[in-house]
């Protein structure tokens, strides 16, 4: 039996994971586990100047890219971004990959989140979660006899519920392959999400000084859970090294996949530890 973890890292758009769990995937990659990047939209509606086909080939190739970066897969579902609902059609897309990838565990969103294709990926992982065991759903992809581990990546929304983690993972020695992938997505880091701040001015011309203005951009966002979580680092790594990580990413159990307890921590988290 191999000891080689699964893990499906499920978002709606192309960066999405990027920004939630490159940095704990990228530790993933070094163990030697396995690890899939999943966009649920083609990113098609993700831009102010570019739209449609010609803006999901170019996701695509920057999601590539990306994925290059920690050497993992990266799987984009040819749905329109901005209109991700939680249909039928959808669920069964994402049991067939569910069942087809065969996780341990799947990241997710938290189903309250500022943007509708958030909101409904988190949906659609709940609604295919224990369906992926059922035979006769979908019966032409075997079904899977485990449900497995889901676990929502962090946010800051506080209703109905604050984020509560139960494992909070240090990614010091990672952040700078969570900041190069994200460098890959240029249509969003550097054109989308500027303009629709506000700040395109802003932007570098040159790649190198933009890369720069980037991680300098990111670093209260990259430092965030480390801030907030630091007991929880602590209690993990240790009085010494927990306080003095700089950056994590966080996850919360979801009641709705097979239970994220201490045995599951241990065996799906194996860096965290003192
Ligand atoms: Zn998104």
Redesign the pocket.
Same mark, same amino acid.
Do not use: M, R
């Given at each position: 039996m191999s000891n080689q973890r699964r893990i499906l890292i499920i978002?709606? =758009?192309p #960066? #999405?994971c990027e920004?939630t769990a490159a940095g704990t995937a990228a530790l993933w990659a070094q163990h030697g586990d396995k690890v899939c990047f999943v966009s649920v939209s083609n990113g098609d509606a993700g831009h102010h100047e570019m739209g449609g086909g010609r803006l999901a080939q170019r996701r695509h190739a920057e999601a590539l890219a990306a994925a290059a970066v920690i050497g993992i897969e990266y799987v984009i579902l040819d749905n329109h971004d901005g209109a991700i609902l939680p249909s039928l059609e959808i669920r069964h897309q994402l049991i067939d990959l569910i069942r087809t990838y065969q996780p341990d565990l799947i990241l997710s969103p938290r189903p309250n989140d500022y =943007?509708p #294709? =958030?909101r409904y990926t988190a949906q659609l992982i709940q609604d295919a979660a224990y369906m992926v065991t059922v035979p006769n759903v979908r019966a032409g992809v075997p079904n899977l006899m485990y449900n497995p581990v889901i676990a929502y990546v962090s946010d800051t929304f506080q209703k109905p519920t604050p984020f509560a983690p139960d494992v909070v993972v240090a990614i010091d020695t990672t952040v700078d392959a969570k900041v190069a992938m994200l460098d890959c997505h240029v249509s969003q880091v550097y054109e989308w999400l500027p303009w629709n701040g506000s700040y395109l001015d802003q932007v570098p011309l040159n790649a190198s000084e933009r890369h720069t203005w980037l991680r300098t951009r990111l670093e209260q966002r990259l430092q965030r859970d480390a801030h907030s979580y630091r007991h929880k680092l602590i209690a993990s790594y240790g009085v010494v090294r927990g306080a003095t990580i700089r950056y994590a990413e966080a996850f919360e159990g979801c009641e709705y996949g097979s239970p994220l307890d201490a045995a599951a921590i241990a065996r799906l988290f194996p860096f965290v530890s003192a």
């Open positions: 978002g709606a =758009h #960066d #999405d920004f =943007h #294709d =958030h």
